[in-house]
T-cell receptor, first 113, second 114 residues
């Protein structure tokens, strides 16, 4: 079945450290993939998206993600994390008609000072 | 401008009440979505409207009744809810319903059913 998987439920990093959040997809064709961020009690904000072309995608807030077909992955990275990056991160893909978004379980990021 | 607004921000209601959630956008988007998000879980799709017509109902109980009175407005009418319906209700909009059409989310309404 088509799915999006985020293997890490919770990650803690120190402020200033680098970050990588994992996302794997199970889909026959080349998927469209999104990363959203959700601060506590807030809606979802789009960080970046991959449709086709360059496999390294730049997003807002200094985030980037790399699409790797061989590994069925679309991992999110940031070279230096700020305390304000603490939030829930969701990987998602439109895997149904009418642009139905399927989300991974989410990764909660905590940032230590 | 990619703003989607939702009102109210918080809502507390009893199981016999009738209330409505409102979502508004002025981006000219023709696809509008309702999602339900329980604590520590990802959003789950409830309804999709395309050009003001209901296109998807994800087997949502009839105590949730969506309405799209015009292209800028999406309502979710609530009646006889259960405590397990307490959740964050998110509205999202997109230019259309194609897979390339990015969905933009509102801030959500935090619903508590007593």
């Amino acid at each position: 079945a088509q799915s999006v998987t985020q293997p890490d439920i919770h990650i803690t990093v120190s402020e200033g450290a680098s970050l990588e959040l994992r996302c794997n997809y199970s889909y026959g064709a080349t998927p469209y993939l999104f990363w959203y961020v959700q601060s506590p009690g807030q809606g979802l904000q789009l960080l970046l998206k991959y449709f086709s072309g360059d496999t390294l995608v730049q997003g807002i807030k200094g985030f980037e993600a790399e699409f790797k077909r061989s590994q069925s992955s679309f991992n999110l990275r940031k070279p230096s994390v700020h305390w304000s990056d603490a939030a829930e991160y969701f990987c998602a893909a439109p895997l149904g008609g009418y642009n139905k978004l399927i989300f991974g379980a989410g990764t909660r990021l905590a940032v230590h000072p | 401008d990619t703003e989607v607004t939702q009102t109210p921000k918080h809502l507390v209601m009893g199981m016999t009440n009738k209330k409505s959630l409102k979502c508004e956008q002025h981006m000219g988007h023709r696809a509008m979505y309702w999602y339900k998000q329980k604590a520590k879980k990802p959003p789950e799709l409830m309804f999709v409207y395309s050009y003001e017509k209901l296109s998807i109902n994800e087997s949502v109980p009839s105590r949730f009744s969506p309405e799209c009175p015009n292209s800028s407005l999406l309502n979710l009418h609530l009646h006889a809810l259960q405590p397990e319906d307490s959740a964050l209700y998110l509205c999202a909009t997109a230019i259309g319903t194609g897979s390339l059409d990015t969905q933009y989310f509102g801030p959500g309404t935090r619903l508590t059913v007593l």
